[in-house]
């Protein structure tokens, strides 16, 4: 099967993947301007779906930190790691959200009851860390410098090859999206899916910094880093969000 063997500074964090028939993919983002940028500077999502057996799958993932490094190779592999979650499909995606709130709310409810000093102690930890980034982001932008501002951006590679430097603004995200989607049963070829693209909030601008190829045996390296100077979106790829 077609799977994601996911590293973070060398460090293996899973290989993943959703069988011969279904879809895997994963999400490494980087927000700015939003309580959430205040409390990591990145986020990874792993998670995929199993055609198969009708089910939901994710992995977990480590907090990002600005100069961590993450390395995605796509393999062939006979067996994967088990999954952090398993959700069942349902027939509808009404049934689907209900399904993952019901599975969320009951880990919530068993760590709480399990752990409950536990839990308060990791919350009190949690706003100890939001506290203390606003302040440090605060301190940080009084002190700067004019022109001195350095932007958050995810510098990607593709098998050691540079493909971008892809920045945020002040207000905004910026992400890489890698999916495969595979079913050999029906005479489908595997589609492999590689964006690297973002959000302006201040103008509702989508900006898109292109869509390389991919295929089995390739290394993808994306680094959460902070730069002055950002690659141009590809031309033609900005445009206007639609407003709901």
């Known amino acids: 099967m077609i799977a994601f063997r996911v590293s973070v500074n060398g460090t293996k964090v899973c290989t ?13 983002s980087q927000d700015a301007g939003s ?9 990874m999502l792993i998670s995929g779906l199993d055609s198969n057996r009708r089910e939901y799958r994710a992995w977990r993932s480590p907090t990002l930190r600005i100069g961590d490094e993450i390395g995605i190779d796509i393999v062939e592999a006979d067996a994967v790691d088990p999954p ?17 709130a019901r599975a969320a709310l009951g880990a919530f409810a068993g760590s709480v009851l399990r752990d409950p000093g ?14 203390s980034r606003a302040t440090t982001a605060t301190m940080r932008r009084a002190l700067r410098r004019p022109g001195a501002r350095a932007e958050r951006a995810l510098a990607v590679a593709l098998n050691s090859r540079r493909v971008c430097v892809a920045g945020v603004p002040r207000r905004g995200h910026v992400m890489t ?7 050999h049963r029906n005479g489908r070829p595997d589609l492999f899916w590689f ?3 973002g959000r302006d909030a201040r103008t509702d601008e989508r900006l898109d910094w292109g869509r390389p190829a991919l295929a089995v045996g390739d290394h993808v390296s994306i680094r959460m880093a902070r730069s002055r100077e950002h690659d141009a979106p590809a031309r033609g790829a900005r445009y206007q969000a639609r407003r709901r």
């Open 84 to 100: 952090w979650r398993r959700v069942p499909c349902a027939a509808s995606y009404r049934d689907t959200l209900l399904l993952h």
């Open 195 to 197: 964006s690297v693209y």
């Open 118 to 131: 536990g839990q308060l102690a990791m919350v009190a930890q949690s706003a100890r860390c939001l506290l």
């Open 177 to 183: 999206l890698i999916t495969w989607s595979g079913g």
């Open 35 to 43: 309580p959430r940028a205040l409390l990591e500077d990145g986020h």
């Open 16 to 28: 993943a993947g959703a069988g011969p028939e279904g879809v895997l993919g994963i999400v490494v």
